[in-house]
T-cell receptor
Framework: DGGITQSPKYLFRKEGQNVTLSCEQN?????MYWYRQDPGQGLRLIYY???????QKGDIAEGYSVSREKKESFPLTVTSAQKNPTAFYLC????????????FGQGTRLTVV | GESVGLHLPTLSVQEGDNSIINCAYS??????FIWYKQESGKGPQFIID?????DKRQGQRVTVLLNKTVKHLSLQIAATQPGDSAVYFC?????????????FGKGTMLLVSP
């Protein structure tokens, strides 16, 4: 089955620790995205990547980092510099950027303890 | 599940009613728009899309209307069912630093009573 998979579904982090969220897609999509969702708010763009080995900052990139070494993978690292990391993180992919539907994973809920 | 519905505008309807969810977008240069449905604790699912050269598009039980003059988008759901209860987001395709990405609205929660 084609799709986009995020793992883990729930993640707990101690303050000061870096954590990495996984996102894998087998849709052969070029573009991948990371969004953050907080209660009562829409999705805010963290980072996006149009092709392998290339990525761009979104609206709220501070405290996050990404890599795009393979077409199917776009991991997101939440660093200790992110002051309020507790949120629901959504990964998406699309055939290209702009003018095409984005397919979403099921999300990772990150909680700082 | 995720409490993504906190503080969101809410539309409450009875089963069988028609629902209309509205969205104002910000960028007059946006040329592509999508409606997504998000159930609690899950990722958004595509419902329907429309390009700026159209003003109406229909799917199964859903219709999207686009008014570029006032930068307004609406989603109409016919014969609303309890399974339609979710948060609905509109998104616009926005040009950003040489690339296009999707910018999402804050969402509307739809509650359908049996």
């Amino acid at each position: 089955d084609g799709g986009i998979t995020q793992s883990p579904k729930y993640l707990f982090r101690k303050e000061g620790q870096n954590v990495t969220l996984s996102c894998e897609q087998n849709l052969n999509h070029d573009a991948m995205y990371w969004y953050r969702q907080d209660p009562g708010q829409g999705l805010r763009l963290i980072y996006y990547s149009q092709i392998v080995n290339d990525f761009q900052k979104g609206d709220i990139a501070e405290g996050y980092s990404v890599s795009r070494e393979k077409k199917e993978s776009f991991p997101l690292t939440v660093t200790s510099a992110q002051k309020n990391p507790t949120a629901f993180y959504l990964c998406a992919s699309s055939i290209g950027t702009g003018g095409t539907e984005a397919f979403f994973g099921q999300g990772t809920r990150l909680t700082v303890v | 599940g995720e409490s993504v519905g906190l503080h969101l505008p809410t539309l409450s309807v009875q089963e069988g009613d028609n629902s209309i969810i509205n969205c104002a977008y910000s960028n007059s240069a946006s040329d592509y728009f999508i409606w997504y449905k998000q159930e609690s604790g899950k990722g958004p699912q595509f419902i329907i899309d429309i390009r700026s050269n159209m003003d109406k598009r229909q799917g199964q039980r859903v219709t999207v209307l686009l008014n570029k003059t006032v930068k307004h988008l609406s989603l109409q759901i016919a014969a609303t069912q309890p399974g339609d209860s979710a948060v609905y987001f509109c998104a616009e395709s926005t040009f950003y630093s040489g690339y296009s990405t999707l910018t999402f609205g804050k969402g509307t929660m739809l509650l359908v009573s049996p």
